[in-house]
């Protein structure tokens, strides 16, 4: 799943890219008899209405909260897209198919960039459409993304984003607020604790394990256990590590791409993460990284020098 620096990378690069475009159309081929009800594009009702809405509107600008892209429009209104574990947004020239009997359905392929050709973007199941002639699409091969339309002055309010935690790079998130967010948790194991959204907004498998290793501190440590001196190094390398990934553009060791097509390299930066079985690179160190669940997800660790506390 794409974590904070990863839809980072997105929201900012759409804000360069599809910011003042006027919206022609839009498609879509998610939905079905499951989702009728639903507050998203996949509720066939829903996206009829949503269709109508945002068609003719202009993109003001692109943020992001927490792991959730936000397309502000000119008409008071927000397009809400969290692409969960396989989405990728992105932005170029796309051609659609022709639907040659009742049996076919039809499919968008990139045109240009060349990179938007790449394998792990074929999915497209959402465009919008723009009076450029370029297009912005959501590929998505799990089909778990989910695309919502909020009024822009209470997005913040909605059930999407009301109860997520603060963001860790907000110059106001100091180490006291970081604590006291931990310590909502006191029992929780410090991977767990940091990867929900609740707590700390943006962290996920891959930054919580380089986090960690990063601090010195096991990821099945209690948090109420943890010395507050230890406290304070995950709090640092909570910052460094998420700025290092924005600055590396994401991490596209799995299908993430920037909404150009390319790939983020901070995959090249992994001590932990994937590292299963390798000598530990911390200075000193004669450890090797290995590997355990923890709440139904894999942590990488080093077996010396991250201690754990109980």
Known sequence: MPELPEVHTTATMLNELISGLTISDTWTDLGGKTHVGKDHIKDPKFFQKFRVQITGAK???????????????????????????????????????????????????????????????????????????????????RKFAKITLLETATAHLSGHLADIGPEPLEE??????????????????????????????????????????????????????IPEKELRKIFASTKLLLKKGIDFGGDSMSDYRTPIGTKGSFQHHHQAYHKFGEKCAKKNCRGTISKLKAGGRTAHFCDTHQECYN
Do not use: C
């Open 172 to 225: 106001s998130f100091d180490f006291k607020k970081f604590q006291t967010r931990l310590f909502t948790r006191p029992k929780g194991r410090i991977k767990q604790v940091l990867m929900e959204p609740a707590v700390v907004s943006g962290i996920g498998n891959i930054y919580s394990d380089e986090i960690l290793w990063d601090s010195d501190v096991h990821p099945l440590s209690a948090v109420s256990k």
């Open 59 to 141: 993109i003001k600008n692109v943020d992001r909260r927490g792991k959730n892209v936000l397309i502000h429009l000119d008409i008071g209104q927000t397009i809400l897209v969290h692409m969960k574990m396989t989405g990728q947004l992105l932005y170029g020239r796309y051609k659609k198919s022709k639907v040659v009997s009742t049996q076919s359905k039809a499919t968008w392929e990139a045109v240009s960039p060349v990179e938007l050709k790449d394998p792990f973007s074929r999915f497209v199941h959402f465009v919008i459409s723009f009076e450029n002639g370029r297009h912005m699409v959501l590929s998505d091969m």
